[in-house]
C-alpha cells in the first residue's frame, strides 16, 4: 500500500489549497482515509476522515472551512481548504488503515502567513 500525498504550499491568510491524497495497492473504494497534521513542537492531530460510504467527520477548528472528499475512480481523496488561517500551518499526512495495518504518506507542507 502506498499514499502519495500532495497539494500543499505557502499561501497569504484567507487563500485556499487543495490537497490531495493517491493510494495504491489496496482496494481504495472500500478504504476510509484520514488526514492529519502535526505543527512544529506539537502533537499530530486529526483534520477530517471520510469513509468508503462518503461520511465524513471534522475537527471542530475547521468546520466550514475543509471540505473532504473523494474520487474512487481515481484512488484519491481531496482536502479542500478554505479561508485558512496562520494556525493551519502544518505538515499534513494522509492515512488509511488496511489489513489490520495503517499506512501513511509522506506529509506535505502548509505554510499559512499572515
Known amino acids: 500500500v502506498q499514499l502519495q500525498a500532495s497539494g500543499g504550499g505557502s499561501v497569504q491568510a484567507g487563500e485556499s489549497l487543495r490537497l490531495s491524497c493517491q493510494a495504491s495497492?489496496?482496494?481504495?473504494?472500500?478504504?476510509?482515509i484520514t488526514w492529519y497534521r502535526q505543527a512544529p513542537g506539537k502533537q499530530r492531530e486529526f483534520v477530517a476522515a471520510?469513509?468508503?460510504?462518503?461520511?465524513?467527520n471534522y475537527v471542530n477548528s475547521v468546520k466550514g472551512r475543509f471540505t473532504i472528499s473523494r474520487d474512487n475512480a481515481k484512488n484519491s481523496v481531496n482536502l479542500h481548504m478554505n479561508s485558512l488561517k496562520p494556525e493551519d500551518t502544518a505538515v499534513y499526512y494522509c492515512s488509511a488503515p488496511w489489513y489490520g495495518h495503517t499506512y501513511w504518506g509522506k506529509g506535505t507542507q502548509v505554510t499559512v502567513s499572515s
Open positions: 471520510i469513509t468508503s460510504g462518503g461520511g465524513t
Open positions: 495497492g489496496m482496494i481504495f473504494s472500500i478504504s476510509g
